[in-house]
């Protein structure tokens, strides 16, 4: 299946549109040992960003408690089947360079609020084995309430949920790839990590807001009506 979730996928990009990249975390992540003998890649990434909602942080927290609904409205075009009570398979389309693609599934734990933070953790997926990759996903997103001077008389609130996404995503490339230098390999894959993990939260932050603004018959914040894409 190929996802149109992205509308430019990386296999689109060629190595001379990509600069250098560089790791933005550490981690003590170790990549599980390969049948191949051929050592796993690691590409890590870390991103930050927020969304903006036309009310208080109850209203706000309520709806994220219930992602038994958004959650999937939200994801589509992605596949999303639901793991139990709080997790979900996400399925979210081919990618890839150097003539080498892979199409990543995984299992994401949303755990319940604590003390006002939502985490989010990789959750393995019931009979499924990940073709040649492996993904460490931690996410974590926080409410803070702000005055808004636009609604209510200049008395109003909204909430900003601010989250932040560590990543990491090991991949044992076939050994044609392993020809390529090093520093190209991992410099590439960082890059393309980064702007796969950038594109996609940005339609589904886009997707989060227009969906919660329209359930609750609220208008969207003057800054999230242009789509971020």
Known sequence: MQSQFIEHSPRDISEAMLNPGSSFIESDYVAPEASSGLEAVLFKSQFVDCMEMQADAATVAQYLDQHQGWFCRCAHPMTVNPLGDNGYALTIGKFGSFGYEVEPKIGLNLL???????RIHTLPVPDYVPPGYDVDFN??????????????GGKGVLTRVEWQLDLVVAIQF????HKLPQALIQNTG???LSQI????????TYKVQEDFHSKLGLPMPQKSKKKLF
């Open 174 to 177: 076939p050994k044609f790839i």
């Open 197 to 204: 993990v950038r594109q996609v939260s940005r339609r589904l």
């Open 139 to 152: 996410a974590a997103m926080q409410l803070v309430e702000i005055p808004d001077q636009s609604t209510n």
């Open 112 to 118: 319940p609020q604590d003390q006002g933070v939502y």
């Open 190 to 192: 960082d890059r393309v």
